[in-house]
């Protein structure tokens, strides 16, 4: 059966009836590609997909009297650092926050040095796993503890992650308790 070009007119008239549709703003398409991401989390953390991998710490720096462990965040999502800084903070950390390269370079020159780094692998400007990469080989930085907090949970990157000197690996999203207990394994605080 073949469409004559009458039909053929129809379809087309019915594929632009109407005004055009303004493109959607850049707020409602970052809004529904979050709960996109969201909802995918969610269905693969039902199905046993979420990832919280952690290598106990091997030496434990001890702190003063009164002195609290430096966490440094370093995460480009704004509303995810200001939840994790709030959450850290209650926990009894000191935290600082990054979110791009020039801010990432200060932080990590700024003394004291932290404790541990929070490091999300997409970033602005540099991955996150090259960055691992690169304050393994730093003097000074090399020794400091560093736990992957993303999104990306292929074997491959987690594979990556943990090759590249990462002491930890968790996935987005996370529960705040199993993030907890990682922070406290890597610090030799369980």
Known sequence: MTASSDDIDVELSLIFEGPPKAPPTLAATTEAQRKEVNAGAARLEQAGYCINIVRPATKVKPLAPGAKH????????????????????????????????????????????????????????????DLLEKLRKHPKLGCVPVILLTGRISPEDVLHGMTSGADGYVSKPFQFDALAIAIKTVLGMQ
């Open 70 to 129: 430096c966490i440094l965040c370093i995460e480009d999502d704004v509303p995810l650092v200001q939840i994790l800084a709030r959450k850290l903070t209650l926990d009894g950390y000191s935290v600082r926050t990054a979110s791009d390269r020039p801010t990432i370079v200060a932080e990590l020159q700024r003394l004291p040095s932290p404790d541990l780094i929070l490091l999300d692998v997409g970033l602005p400007g540099i991955s996150g796993f």
